[in-house]
């Protein structure tokens, strides 16, 4: 099932599913319970980034040629870091280049996004994937200015600006991908395939990410886990290739769909 979020016209948040067709109809129940498919068509005003996160941790530095082109050893551990939640951006809404703290190094990367669906903690490996409510595609937006040079030793800075967390455009559902390591994904720009590989070349599987995630620590409903970029973004090229004002960004992952953003500077 391939589930969205939206806006109807009277500005009241919604869920629907998306069929084969392009139609969406409502969703019956609880997102994160028992649900289903109505019968009943949706009116979408505004598609929403697919679920509103209580959380969004981040990997870094896994996929195995990444780490090679950004001169990384490879981890012992996942490599984590957070979002704020006022990162989330929609579908079709603007990626925006900080102004106010100004970036020049604005940096795409192309993520699987998983969805928990339900509260866990301390879960085994064999076991992990039974909390995962689906995936979305997601584009880690990062200032690498900030994340590199200016923000004291740490990535956050230049991770969770306003609008660098985009996913979307659907929630597809874990029955429908029962393998995540296994999916093509790329980043386009422009109609520039910048990013082309497959999520088999993670160092830490999904199943992994979420024994170690949640060891010691609860992962509430909602909570959304970005597990890594792979080779080919702007900053290990020659000359770097950094998001501009203009430019259009597609994420595509394979079994989930397109999410595309424009770029815009902040207001």
């Not at 597990?227 to 203009?246: D, F, I, Q, S, Y």
């Given at each position: ?217 609860t992962l509430l409903p909602g909570t959304v886990i970005l ?41």
């Open positions: 099932m391939k589930i969205v979020r939206y806006l109807d016209p009277l500005d009241l948040i919604r869920h629907g599913v998306l069929k084969d067709d392009g139609s969406i109809v409502l969703l019956e129940g609880d997102v994160f319970g028992e649900h289903r498919a109505s019968n009943t068509p949706a009116e979408v005003q505004k598609l929403l980034a697919p679920v509103a996160p209580v959380a969004i941790a981040c990997i870094g530095l896994n996929y195995r040629h990444h780490a090679a082109e950004s001169g990384a050893p490879i981890p012992q551990w996942p490599v984590l870091f957070h979002k704020s939640v006022s990162a989330l951006q929609n579908p079709g809404d603007p990626i925006e280049i900080p102004t106010k703290l100004a970036s020049h190094q604005v940096d795409y990367e192309c993520e699987l996004a998983i969805i928990i669906g339900k509260r866990c903690k301390n879960v085994k490996k064999e076991d992990a994937l039974s909390y995962v409510l689906g995936y979305t595609c997601a584009n880690d937006v990062s200032a690498r200015d900030w994340q590199k040079d200016w923000g004291g030793s740490q990535w956050c800075r230049g991770k969770t600006f306003d609008t660098f967390c985009p996913l979307g455009p659907a929630l597809v559902t874990a029955d429908e991908i029962p393998n995540p390591n296994a999916l093509q994904i790329k980043t386009i720009v422009n109609g520039e395939v910048l990013q082309d590989w497959n999520t088999n070349d993670m160092i830490f599987d999904v199943p992994t990410l979420i024994e170690f995630l949640s060891g010691s620590t597990t890594g970029t792979p080779h080919g973004v702007g900053m290990a090229r020659t000359p770097p290739r950094w998001l501009k004002e203009g430019d259009e960004v597609t994420i595509e992952i394979e079994k989930i769909g397109k999410l595309t953003n424009p770029v815009k500077l902040e207001a």
